[in-house]
């Protein structure tokens, strides 16, 4: 994957991505128009190194986010033809070139376009821009009549459509460009063949600082900037540059380290792409997909005329499987009733564990230029034997991280002293850490009881309570303080009827 960087229109950026090495250069024309009167040619060949590959991007993108009313239909349409002239003039020193895919114009307008002017350039180097309003059917036809395409968004209505991408670069061949990629899950998700950029400049428009880590590309805001250059000190100079600088701010130094960081994240997503099948195509319209050019055979055409390439899928190899190097198990008596005959037995059962030893190899450890035990294509020569499965354990693992713990914050305290001490606003975090630590393990180890019982019923209350507790318990809930007398009841109840006592009949067995 190619990674173009834009904002070479600006002088100062072009000159810095020349002395860093940059060869993969991005220039929005739109920019550039902003900065010039092109009252005489403005020539790739007179601004850029002659190992610079430069996409031309007509910077429609900008035009398309900017408000309705800032462009007229008859100004966009002066500026897609100056556009065209200025591609026409510099079209041999040009790697790709995009479209003027400005929306506003309308669709059947960029379609004509295409016809009429862009598909005279060079196939490989032209770039039609799909914008996802049109639907991903348009953008499977994009992709079966041109060689590249440019993706403005990986999805659609909620929709991600990296599995789309994906099938679209298998099937056809097409090689997909990301138009201002800013993510880099976005750039390691899809199957592309180059990508576009600016967000390297964030550091000196947004004062935040991106790190590559050695296995991920972090982005700390503004706010946390300091905390982040401290932090990372040893990084910095490690890969060559002046940690001094870049914690003082400086712009020049913290851009050169970020533009190292960014380069650093497509190695790595070149690194950990999976190879795919070579395409070997035929003419009239026909595909010829194998491994052939992947085993070292040629294979003819007709006429030799190449189109879209397609890969062909490797075959799938059933082969035996086990368990994760990572974990293990374990055999454990269990004790159960057999539902047949109503005997207890004994049967195993495994458990898992986390084994000790480790899968990394010295060749890719993080650790490889300063691990006294390094040796080339070995295996790690530590393992990490740790085992909590008792309370005894557990209160040993959280004494050692909090001792652990204890001595990074002495040392960092250490270290602040030693560099003026100032606040070290990561030493307070580690503080805050270690304090919640120590909490833990306090609660852990103080003694508490705590009984919470609930029973459902509908024998009323004292009923249940009797169950529970006893008779006597139930008895004692219902009863009153003192007996009440029947004038107290009379005087202090409301609603009594008064009514004649009749006598009851006694009925008189026939035989008496």
């Not at 009827?497 to 026939?510: C, G, L, M, R, S």
Request: proline share 4%; glycine share 6%.
């Amino acid at each position: 994957m190619e990674l173009y960087f834009g904002g070479s229109e600006i002088p100062g950026w072009r000159k810095m991505l020349a002395e860093e090495g940059v060869e993969t250069v991005a220039l929005s024309y739109m920019g550039l128009r902003r900065r010039t009167k092109f009252t005489r040619p403005w020539l790739i060949e007179d601004n850029y190194l002659e190992n610079q590959k430069v996409f031309l991007d007509s910077g429609a993108y900008t035009v398309n986010k900017a408000d309705d009313d800032k462009y007229s239909i008859g100004e966009l349409k002066d500026i897609a033809a100056h556009y065209e002239a200025f591609v026409q003039q510099n079209i041999d020193s040009l790697h790709m070139v995009s479209e003027f895919d400005a929306v506003v114009l309308g669709r059947e307008w960029i379609e004509a376009r295409r016809e009429d002017f862009y598909e005279d350039l060079p196939e490989d180097k032209f770039l039609p821009i799909w914008h996802s309003e049109w639907g991903v059917d348009e953008l499977d036809k994009l992709a079966q009549r041109y060689k590249r395409v440019g993706v403005t968004q990986t999805d659609l209505d909620g929709r991600n459509l990296t599995p789309v991408l994906n099938e679209i670069t298998r099937k056809y061949g097409t090689l997909l460009h990301g138009v201002a990629m800013t993510k880099p899950a976005e750039m390691a998700a899809v199957n592309w063949d180059s990508v576009a950029s600016t967000s390297w400049l964030s550091p000196s428009q947004y004062g935040d600082t991106i790190v590559w880590t050695g296995r991920e590309l972090k982005r700390y805001p503004k706010k946390y900037k300091d905390q982040a250059r401290k932090r990372h000190r040893t990084l910095f100079t490690e890969a060559g540059f002046d940690a001094d600088r870049i914690e003082a701010g400086e712009n020049d130094e913290v851009l050169r380290f970020t533009i190292w960081s960014w380069q650093q994240l497509a190695a790595s997503i070149d690194q950990h792409r999976p190879q795919e099948a070579q395409a070997v195509t035929t003419s009239a319209g026909g595909v010829l997909s194998s491994f052939s050019q992947m085993q070292g055979t040629e294979v003819d055409t007709e006429d030799g005329k190449t189109l879209n390439p397609v890969t062909t899928p490797a075959v799938r190899r059933d082969r035996p499987r086990t368990n994760l190097p990572v974990i293990g198990l374990v055999q454990e008596k269990e004790v159960y009733t057999d539902p047949e005959d109503g005997v207890n037995k004994e049967r195993d059962i495994p458990l898992l564990t986390v084994r000790s030893q480790s899968m990394r190899a010295c060749s890719s450890c993080f650790l490889s230029s300063k691990c006294p035990a390094f040796d080339q294509n070995a295996n790690c020569a530590y393992d990490i034997p740790v085992e909590v499965k008792s309370k005894q354990q557990m209160q040993s693992l959280q004494n050692s991280l909090i001792e652990m713990q204890a001595q990074r914050v002495l040392f960092m305290k250490m270290v602040e002293d030693m560099t003026g001490g100032y606040a070290d606003p990561n030493l307070s975090g580690e503080i805050d850490r270690l304090q919640k630590l120590v909490k833990v393990k306090t609660e852990l180890e103080q003694d508490s009881f705590s009984v919470k019982l609930e029973a459902k019923g509908n024998g009323g209350g004292a009923g249940m309570i009797s169950r529970i507790f006893g008779r006597d318990a139930g008895e004692q809930m219902t009863a009153l303080d003192r007996p009440l007398s029947a004038d107290r009841m009379i005087e202090s109840s409301t609603g009594f009827i008064d009514a004649e006592i009749v006598d009851v009949p006694t009925y008189i067995n026939q035989e008496g």
